[in-house]
């Protein structure tokens, strides 16, 4: 990760003054500097990142309408921190007060009402004014009575004639709108030549590159700069930025190796982001293979539950019915699948300390996203500790839970059978106060069962006694499944990516091989569950869903 501007003087202050006066760039420059204080802020209040990254936009939507009347442009990030907090906090209360889970798609703004209405001179405001220019006239008038006019929500649908449910769901959608631009570049038609979305995952463990690339502008420039190097001029000009704000956002890229730098003083992107017309000939047939695959995994479902039921599960309270889609998940992610292909090499040692690689590809619009398998574990240093991993796909909602270290030493402690919070604070050496707030946590999402003072987990644990039975079996359908559908299909993505002119990255292809294959066993979930063989999980899905427990060996 880059290393970190210091939080104000004079460098602030000059920026603060060329803000004021209507320069775009000194603004931008100013959201990049202090975006990661002002989420490391809302992190820490509300423990979630999307909720974090709302309460962040709010931050800075409630700045810019401030930034007039800031008296000490030197104290301009303790100032943000401030806000943040109040943001933040203001969007727990309501949480609180709604404490029913909303998809994030469907839920509604915090509403930020300033205590007067900006100047309409106000630089800022003209700023976020042209951020608006491709809105409907409809929305725009809500955001800007709402946001810039200081109205309620109740307000603006009185004045409009809408329902104040409908306001705050137009004030979501818009918010979104700017926060995915974050406030720098315009929503562009891609045909018209502009800004390009990059979905981009990481391979390994976290890094810094997360907090480079969130946002659209990196990854834009690493799509513009994606097989031919390119000064940082010509990338702004082709991603419509300024080109201070493309500098910094290479500079950041280069650091954290997601760009490389010639001698020349050009740039290119140093992993395999492929452009929208490579992703699709590389992903074509993908769906189609799913089907197939997924009549291999329906045919061989008698096997599988005689395995689940010889197994200790049943007996502890996890019949088929409810195994079925932890098991799926388990053949068709790291247990069987991966374990069969061989491992993933280890990334490229990278400069925050951790080994990673990166992939990506360009957004396509107008076409759904493929499903994937995936199988997120977390552990502490401890290797102990029961490793608890959660099953995930991008077609699936569902409420994540990756427990921290209390956490973990809690469910090892229940892993061996049910026990109390007095065995759990024994085995685990916490105190008395840290064991009842984790076990607390833990019932309260679900993952966790309390009958009297008994505990138990509320997913499957896979004992030693329980991996010799459903092994073999899980072993057995993702060999066939590997060999008849997976590999002949994955074995042409190098041969794609050679022509589509990434050869400069041809160490990276395996990494595309593997991740076709887990797009296959994705969508063969999918079908499974289009065909009802699979149950359809409520939208989000509890915690406990998929939710998979074993020791470490």
Same mark, same amino acid.
């Given at each position: 990760?880059?290393?970190?501007?210091?939080?104000?003087?004079?460098?602030?202050?000059?920026?603060?003054?060329?803000?004021?006066?209507?320069?775009?760039?000194?603004?931008?420059?100013?959201?990049?500097?202090?975006?990661?204080?002002?989420?490391?802020?809302?992190?820490?209040?509300?423990?979630?990142?999307?909720?974090?990254?709302?309460?962040?936009?709010?931050?800075?939507?409630?700045?810019?309408?401030?930034?007039?009347?800031?008296?000490?442009?030197?104290?301009?990030?303790?100032?943000?921190?401030?806000?943040?907090?109040?943001?933040?906090?203001?969007?727990?209360?309501?949480?609180?007060?709604?404490?029913?889970?909303?998809?994030?798609?469907?839920?509604?703004?915090?509403?930020?009402?300033?205590?007067?209405?900006?100047?309409?001179?106000?630089?800022?405001?003209?700023?976020?004014?042209?951020?608006?220019?491709?809105?409907?006239?409809?929305?725009?008038?809500?955001?800007?009575?709402?946001?810039?006019?200081?109205?309620?929500?109740?307000?603006?649908?009185?004045?409009?004639?809408?329902?104040?449910?409908?306001?705050?769901?137009?004030?979501?959608?818009?918010?979104?709108?700017?926060?995915?631009?974050?406030?720098?570049?315009?929503?562009?038609?891609?045909?018209?030549?502009?800004?390009?979305?990059?979905?981009?995952?990481?391979?390994?463990?976290?890094?810094?590159?997360?907090?480079?690339?969130?946002?659209?502008?990196?990854?834009?420039?690493?799509?513009?700069?994606?097989?031919?190097?390119?000064?940082?001029?010509?990338?702004?000009?082709?991603?419509?930025?300024?080109?201070?704000?493309?500098?910094?956002?290479?500079?950041?890229?280069?650091?954290?190796?997601?760009?490389?730098?010639?001698?020349?003083?050009?740039?290119?992107?140093?992993?395999? #982001?492929?452009? *929208? /017309?490579?992703? +699709? =000939?590389?992903?074509?047939?993908?769906?189609?293979?799913? !089907?197939?695959? &997924? @009549?291999?995994?329906?045919?061989?479902?008698?096997?599988?539950?005689?395995?689940?039921?010889?197994?200790?599960?049943?007996?502890?309270?996890?019949?088929?019915?409810?195994?079925?889609?932890?098991?799926?998940?388990?053949?068709?992610?790291?247990?069987?699948?991966?374990?069969?292909?061989?491992?993933?090499?280890?990334?490229?040692?990278?400069?925050?300390?951790?080994?990673?690689?990166?992939?990506?590809?360009?957004?396509?619009?107008?076409?759904?996203?493929?499903?994937?398998?995936?199988?997120?574990?977390?552990?502490?240093?401890?290797?102990?500790?029961?490793?608890?991993?959660?099953?995930?796909?991008?077609?699936?909602?569902?409420?994540?839970?990756?427990?921290?270290?209390?956490?973990?030493?809690?469910?090892?402690?229940?892993?061996?059978?049910? #026990?109390?919070? *007095? /065995?759990?604070? +024994? =085995?685990?050496?916490?105190?008395?106060?840290?064991?009842? !707030?984790?076990? &607390? @946590?833990?019932?309260?999402?679900?993952?966790?069962?309390?009958?009297?003072?008994?505990?138990?987990?509320?997913?499957?644990?896979?004992?030693?006694?329980?991996?010799?039975?459903?092994?073999?079996?899980?072993?057995?359908?993702?060999?066939?499944?590997?060999?008849?559908?997976?590999?002949?299909?994955?074995?042409?993505?190098?041969?794609?990516?050679?022509?589509?002119?990434?050869?400069?990255?041809?160490?990276?292809?395996?990494?595309?091989?593997?991740?076709?294959?887990?797009?296959?066993?994705?969508?063969?979930?999918?079908?499974?569950?289009?065909?009802?063989?699979?149950?359809?999980?409520?939208?989000?899905?509890?915690?406990?869903?998929?939710?998979?427990?074993?020791?470490?060996?």
């Amino acid at each position: 990760m880059g290393a970190e501007r210091p939080p104000g003087g004079r460098g602030d202050e000059r920026l603060v003054q060329r803000a004021r006066g209507g320069d775009l760039a000194a603004l931008d420059r100013l959201v990049a500097r202090h975006r990661e204080a002002v989420l490391r802020v809302t992190r820490s209040v509300l423990g979630d990142w999307d909720q974090a990254e709302d309460a962040a936009q709010e931050t800075f939507l409630e700045a810019l309408r401030g930034l007039s009347g800031l008296r000490e442009a030197g104290k301009l990030r303790p100032w943000l921190c401030t806000i943040a907090r109040r943001c933040a906090q203001r969007q727990q209360r309501r949480a609180t007060e709604h404490p029913e889970h909303v998809p994030l798609d469907h839920a509604g703004p915090v509403s930020v009402r300033p205590p007067e209405a900006p100047r309409p001179d106000d630089p800022a405001v003209a700023r976020l004014r042209a951020s608006l220019a491709e809105l409907s006239g409809r929305d725009r008038r809500v955001l800007v009575l709402h946001y810039l006019d200081g109205y309620s929500c109740r307000e603006v649908g009185a004045r409009l004639g809408l329902a104040t449910g409908t306001v705050k769901r137009i004030l979501h959608t818009c918010r979104r709108h700017i926060r995915e631009g974050e406030g720098i570049m315009p929503e562009v038609d891609t045909s018209r030549g502009g800004p390009r979305r990059l979905n981009w995952w990481i391979w390994g463990f976290w890094g810094g590159a997360h907090q480079v690339l969130n946002g659209l502008l990196p990854g834009a420039i690493c799509l513009a700069a994606n097989k031919q190097a390119k000064s940082a001029a010509a990338i702004a000009r082709e991603v419509h930025a300024h080109v201070a704000y493309v500098q910094e956002a290479l500079d950041r890229l280069v650091v954290e190796e997601a760009a490389a730098r010639t001698r020349n003083g050009r740039y290119r992107t140093n992993f395999l #982001a492929l452009d *929208a /017309a490579d992703w +699709r =000939a590389l992903t074509d047939g993908v769906v189609a293979q799913g !089907a197939e695959a &997924a @009549d291999l995994l329906e045919a061989h479902l008698p096997r599988l539950e005689e395995a689940w039921s010889d197994s200790s599960l049943p007996g502890r309270g996890f019949p088929w019915a409810v195994g079925i889609w932890p098991m799926m998940a388990i053949l068709t992610c790291n247990w069987a699948l991966r374990r069969l292909g061989g491992p993933v090499p280890d990334g490229p040692l990278r400069a925050s300390g951790y080994r990673y690689w990166l992939c990506g590809h360009e957004q396509v619009r107008r076409r759904r996203q493929l499903w994937t398998t995936g199988c997120n574990a977390q552990h502490g240093r401890d290797a102990s500790l029961l490793r608890v991993a959660h099953f995930w796909s991008h077609g699936l909602e569902r409420e994540s839970w990756l427990p921290d270290e209390p956490q973990q030493r809690a469910v090892t402690a229940l892993a061996g059978g049910p #026990a109390s919070v *007095a /065995a759990v604070t +024994r =085995a685990t050496g916490l105190t008395g106060g840290e064991a009842r !707030a984790s076990v &607390a @946590d833990m019932v309260r999402l679900g993952v966790v069962t309390k009958r009297g003072k008994r505990l138990a987990p509320a997913f499957p644990v896979i004992r030693p006694e329980d991996d010799q039975v459903l092994q073999p079996a899980a072993d057995a359908v993702a060999a066939q499944l590997r060999e008849q559908v997976i590999t002949p299909f994955t074995a042409r993505a190098g041969g794609v990516l050679e022509r589509a002119g990434y050869g400069h990255l041809r160490e990276q292809f395996p990494l595309w091989s593997w991740h076709l294959g887990s797009n296959v066993a994705g969508e063969a979930l999918h079908h499974l569950m289009a065909r009802g063989v699979l149950p359809t999980p409520p939208r989000p899905a509890p915690a406990a869903f998929c939710l998979i427990g074993w020791p470490a060996a």
